[in-house]
Every structure is written in structure tokens, then in C-alpha cells.
């Protein structure tokens, strides 16, 4: 176990080793410079330290994985807060109000098996049919470096949200399986108004 988590240290600490002079540009099969495409900052630039992406093909893959992931982390952590402070009015399944049904972690026992259908479907049409695709209905006509800017930022911004829903769910499980363990009784902790 210790060997384990050695090597796991070591390879996390070569990730973030400081790279090389000269080697700003990636080096891929089709000498590529993928540093350009938005997402890449300094101080790190672009960052695969595996070498995943060989061409432009694959990192364009890749990088429209890591888009979509970030769009849901990001209505993930909106999903997980807003049913801190506020709750709809309607019922989620007949009989089960959606004021009933407990936040984070613990929701997972209360939605019935016809709720989980129902999103396993939903998620699957979403993913299939590509419905949170890129859409040139309401897309604003911004010049290339703007564009550019406003490109990274939703790169950063959904690898951001990605690490929050991650946490949400630690934090919230952590709690589940001791409670009160921060001796805090909400959530959000730094806005004491919303639960007024």
C-alpha cells in the first residue's frame, strides 16, 4: 500500500514538473502546435502530460469530451446549491413533492425507480442526439480574439465546476457518514441570508 501510494505521489509530481526550455510546443505525430487552442494558460500552456492527444483529430475528440463534461459539472454544481435555498413547487414523482426530497447524496434513496428510468433515458438522448451540441442559434458574433477568450474560459471554467461537484459530493457523503463532522449546519456557509 505504501509502494502504492509513492508511485502515485511520484507520477502527480512529474505531471506538474516545469517543463523544459523549447518544449513549449507539443510535439505530436503531425507536428501540431495544439498550444494555440484555447484552454492552454500560463504558467503551465498546454498540458498533456500522457501524450493523449496524437493529432488534431483526436485532441478535437477530446477536447469536445471535456466541454460537455464541464457543461454538466457546471449545471451539476448549480443543480446541487440552488435546492439549498429554494424548492419547486410541483411533484417530482405522484406523491413525492420536491420539498420531501432530501439534498445531495441522500436524494439518491428518495427518487423512485421510474425517476431513475427516466433520467438514464434522458441522459442517453442527451449524449446520443448530441442536444447540448453547438448551437448557432443565439451565438454571439465576437471577433476571433474575443472569441478565442471566451472559448478558454469555459474551458476553465468547466474544469472549475468538475472539481466543485467533486468536492460537493465528498463533502456531502463525508457528512452523510458522520454528521456534523465541520460543525456547520448548511451548506453554503459564507451567505447566511439565503436561508431566511
Known amino acids: 500500500m505504501k509502494i502504492a501510494v509513492f508511485a502515485s505521489l511520484l507520477a502527480s509530481a512529474a505531471a506538474f514538473a516545469?517543463?523544459?526550455?523549447?518544449?513549449?510546443?507539443?510535439?505530436?505525430a503531425l507536428n501540431v502546435d495544439l498550444?494555440?487552442?484555447?484552454?492552454?494558460?500560463?504558467?503551465?500552456?498546454?498540458?498533456?502530460?500522457?501524450?493523449?492527444?496524437?493529432?488534431?483529430?483526436?485532441?478535437?475528440?477530446?477536447?469536445?469530451?471535456e466541454i460537455k463534461h464541464g457543461r454538466v459539472a457546471m449545471l451539476a454544481v448549480v443543480g446541487y446549491v440552488v435546492p439549498e435555498f429554494y424548492r419547486f413547487g410541483f411533484d417530482i414523482a405522484p406523491?413525492?413533492?420536491?420539498?420531501?426530497?432530501?439534498?445531495?447524496?441522500a436524494a439518491l434513496e428518495a427518487i423512485p425507480s421510474l425517476g431513475w428510468a427516466q433520467i438514464f433515458f434522458a441522459v442517453g438522448a442527451v449524449d446520443y442526439y448530441g442536444f447540448l451540441g453547438n448551437f448557432e442559434i443565439g451565438k454571439p458574433d465576437f471577433p476571433p480574439e474575443v472569441q478565442k477568450k471566451r472559448e478558454t474560459q469555459e474551458v476553465q471554467n468547466g474544469r472549475l465546476a468538475?472539481?466543485?461537484?467533486?468536492?460537493?459530493?465528498?463533502?456531502d457523503s463525508q457528512?452523510?457518514?458522520?454528521?456534523?463532522?465541520?460543525?456547520?449546519?448548511?451548506?453554503?456557509?459564507?451567505?447566511?441570508?439565503l436561508y431566511n
Not at 516545469?18 to 505530436?28: D, F, I, L, N
Not at 483526436?58 to 469530451?65: E, S
Not at 468538475?162 to 463533502?171: K, V, Y
Request: negative net charge; hydrophobic residues 35%; contains cysteine.
Open 95 to 105: 406523491g413525492l413533492p420536491c420539498s420531501e426530497v432530501p439534498n445531495g447524496v
Open 18 to 28: 516545469p517543463a523544459q526550455q523549447g518544449a513549449t510546443k507539443s510535439s505530436t
Open 35 to 65: 498550444s494555440e487552442k484555447p484552454g492552454a494558460l500560463l504558467p503551465i500552456g498546454y498540458f498533456d502530460p500522457y501524450r493523449l492527444a496524437t493529432d488534431e483529430a483526436t485532441f478535437d475528440k477530446y477536447r469536445v469530451n
Open 162 to 171: 468538475m472539481l466543485a461537484i467533486l468536492e460537493l459530493l465528498r463533502h
Open 175 to 193: 457528512n452523510l457518514v458522520s454528521p456534523g463532522f465541520g460543525g456547520l449546519d448548511n451548506l453554503i456557509t459564507g451567505l447566511p441570508f
